[in-house]
C-alpha cells in the first residue's frame, strides 16, 4: 500500500511539472517580475478614495524597490470610480442597505516613451447595512472604502505582475540592439 502511494504521488508530481504552471515570483528579487514591479511610479490619483489606493499601492510596491523609492521607467496610471447605492427599503421608504462599488481602470504606462503598455480594469463592492446611528453608517461607509482600495490595489499589483511574467515591460527594461550591418 505505501509503494502504491509513493508511486501515485511520484506521477501525480511529474504530470503537475508538465503543465506548464511556474512560480509568479521566481527567482525572487532577481526576477522579471520583482524587477518590473521595483520600476512603477503610482501617478497621484484625486480624491480620497484615491489617496488610499495609491497608498495601498505603494504599500505593496515599496518591499520589492529594496527602500530606493518609487522606480521611474514605467508610470501607473489610475482613475476610480467610488459609488453607493441604496438598495434595501423599508415601508416608509428609509433605505436599509447600501452597496459601495469601487472601479478602477488604470495604465502602465513607458514613463519615457508614452507608451500605455498594460491598460485594464479592477473593481470591487462590498455591501453595508444601514442603522439608525448616522455616525456608525458613515464610519461603516469609510471602513468598507479602505477595505475596497485594498482590494483594488491588490488585483491591479497582480494584474502588473502577470504581465511582467509573461515578458511584458521587459521591451522597455533594456535599450534596443544596435541594427545589424
Not at 532577481?30 to 518590473?36: F, H, S, Y
Not at 480624491?47 to 495609491?54: C, E, F, K, M
Not at 495601498?56 to 459609488?83: H, N
Not at 499589483?157 to 534596443?176: H, K
Request: aromatic fraction near 4%.
Amino acid at each position: 500500500m505505501r509503494s502504491l502511494l509513493t508511486s501515485s504521488l511520484v506521477a501525480a508530481s511529474l504530470l503537475l511539472g508538465g503543465c506548464g504552471l511556474r512560480p509568479l515570483y521566481a527567482n525572487g528579487s532577481q526576477g522579471a517580475v520583482a524587477r518590473t514591479l521595483a520600476d512603477v511610479d503610482v501617478a497621484p490619483i484625486e480624491g480620497h478614495s484615491g489617496w488610499l489606493v495609491r497608498n495601498a499601492l505603494r504599500d505593496r510596491l515599496q518591499p520589492t524597490q529594496a527602500g530606493q523609492g518609487a522606480g521611474a521607467r514605467l508610470r501607473l496610471d489610475v482613475r476610480l470610480e467610488d459609488s453607493i447605492t441604496g438598495f434595501g427599503v423599508r415601508s416608509d421608504d428609509a433605505i436599509t442597505r447600501e452597496r459601495r462599488t469601487l472601479r478602477a481602470r488604470y495604465q502602465l504606462v513607458d514613463a519615457g516613451t508614452g507608451e500605455v503598455l498594460l491598460d485594464a480594469t479592477a473593481a470591487a463592492d462590498a455591501g453595508i447595512d444601514v442603522v439608525g446611528s448616522e455616525y456608525a453608517t458613515i464610519a461603516a461607509e469609510s471602513s468598507t472604502l479602505e477595505r475596497l482600495a485594498q482590494g483594488i490595489a491588490d488585483q491591479i499589483v497582480a494584474r502588473v505582475a502577470v504581465f511582467a511574467s509573461r515578458g511584458g515591460g521587459q521591451a522597455a527594461a533594456a535599450p534596443a540592439p544596435p541594427p545589424a550591418r
